[in-house]
């Protein structure tokens, strides 16, 4: 019982694969083709990424509304300004720059984390409507063709290099730190861990992953919209704690989130092979994040029990 909410997120990714290839198998009469798994992975990064950022959030014991404006914000951006590589730095600074608001407010001023963040996501939101207006702009070719390519799994590169990203950070000093402040933030204090830097830090992180998601979205879609970001609120927060991230902070893994992201993305397409009336998919799809939670609550209940 104690192991089983960090191995939640990779069961609810077992079991909605199975039933992915099981509808997919019914619907057509045949396997996935490796044109779909790529399909599937290219539309799953953009989640892993808020996944990962909001991971390292709660892990302090925090949470990040502000995900959803952040990643509209720089969806917008990246759509509009983006004509070629070397125009991405500054997406990624300005999702960072989201996240270090953010981490202003809550470690300087010292404002709840879900009061904070839920006043900044108006805010980056409604930059994003006036980036852009109404939904459209564009992405290089040659960029899609190094993230997202159709034809090419470059999508698996990125994904191991996110991953490998978290295990290297979880490593380090500052992911010690990290998972300190979230068991106890005033037991690390007394041990002399910067709270508030790292507090910051994290923020900051969890906006430049909200950027990484927004280019990889566009990369995807081929054009932006403003409102592209609202979906990742919710489901970021679900991958969390399907992937056995404790929301009192100090246990779990990103890895685990990626798994439940990956979950939660196979969803639409389990719905849809499933002949399910496209008027009804968004209740079902929303059933699925209400049982998914309840299951990542009951797992912390249990191994709070045990």
Request: net charge positive.
């Given at each position: 019982?104690?192991?089983?909410?960090?191995?939640?997120?990779?069961?609810?990714?077992?079991?909605?694969?199975?039933?992915?290839?099981?509808?997919?198998?019914?619907?057509?009469?045949?396997?996935?083709?490796?044109?779909?798994?790529?399909?599937?992975?290219?539309?799953?990064?953009?989640?892993?990424?808020?996944?990962?950022?909001?991971?390292?959030?709660?892990?302090?014991?925090?949470?990040?509304?502000?995900?959803?404006?952040?990643?509209?914000?720089?969806?917008?951006?990246?759509?509009?300004?983006?004509?070629?590589?070397?125009?991405?730095?500054?997406?990624?600074?300005?999702?960072?720059?989201?996240?270090?608001?953010?981490?202003?407010?809550?470690?300087?001023?010292?404002?709840?984390?879900?009061?904070?963040?839920?006043?900044?996501?108006?805010?980056?939101?409604?930059?994003?409507?006036?980036?852009?207006?109404?939904?459209?702009?564009?992405?290089?070719?040659?960029?899609?063709?190094?993230?997202?390519?159709?034809?090419?799994?470059?999508?698996?590169?990125?994904?191991?290099?996110?991953?490998?990203?978290?295990?290297?950070?979880?490593?380090?000093?500052?992911?010690?730190r990290v998972y300190a402040i979230g068991s106890d933030a005033g037991a690390a204090r007394a041990v002399g861990v910067p709270v508030e830097r790292v507090t910051f830090g994290v923020y900051a992180l969890s906006g430049l992953c909200c950027a990484l998601a927004a280019v990889f979205y566009?990369?995807?879609?081929?054009?932006?919209?403003?409102?592209?970001?609202?979906?990742?609120?919710?489901?970021?927060?679900?991958?969390?704690?399907?992937?056995?991230?404790?929301?009192?902070?100090?246990?779990?893994?990103?890895?685990?989130?990626?798994?439940?992201?990956?979950?939660?993305?196979?969803?639409?397409?389990?719905?849809?092979?499933?002949?399910?009336?496209?008027?009804?998919?968004?209740?079902?799809?929303?059933?699925?994040?209400?049982?998914?939670?309840?299951?990542?609550?009951?797992?912390?209940?249990?191994?709070?029990?045990?």
């Open positions: 019982m104690r192991d089983l909410a960090g191995r939640l997120g990779y069961l609810v990714l077992a079991a909605t694969a199975v039933a992915y290839l099981a509808v997919y198998a019914t619907g057509l009469g045949r396997l996935p083709t490796a044109f779909d798994y790529l399909s599937i992975l290219n539309t799953t990064l953009p989640l892993v990424f808020v996944a990962i950022g909001q991971s390292l959030v709660v892990l302090t014991g925090g949470i990040d509304l502000s995900v959803g404006g952040t990643v509209s914000l720089c969806v917008a951006v990246t759509a509009v300004a983006v004509t070629g590589f070397e125009q991405l730095p500054l997406v990624l600074a300005i999702g960072t720059a989201c996240g270090v608001v953010n981490g202003l407010i809550v470690a300087a001023g010292r404002i709840a984390p879900i009061l904070a963040t839920l006043a900044t996501l108006p805010i980056f939101t409604g930059a994003a409507l006036w980036v852009l207006p109404v939904p459209g702009g564009s992405i290089p070719p040659q960029i899609r063709a190094v993230l997202t390519n159709p034809d090419l799994p470059t999508g698996l590169i990125w994904l191991g290099l996110a991953v490998a990203g978290w295990l290297v950070l979880r490593r380090t000093r500052f992911g010690m566009v990369s995807t879609t081929t054009a932006g919209d403003a409102n592209a970001g609202a979906p990742f609120i919710l489901t970021s927060i679900a991958a969390v704690v399907v992937g056995g991230v404790a929301f009192t902070g100090g246990r779990g893994s990103a890895v685990g989130a990626v798994a439940g992201a990956a979950a939660l993305a196979l969803v639409i397409d389990v719905l849809f092979f499933a002949g399910i009336d496209p008027l009804y998919q968004a209740l079902f799809q929303g059933l699925f994040l209400v049982v998914a939670v309840m299951l990542g609550s009951l797992a912390m209940l249990l191994r709070r029990a045990t």
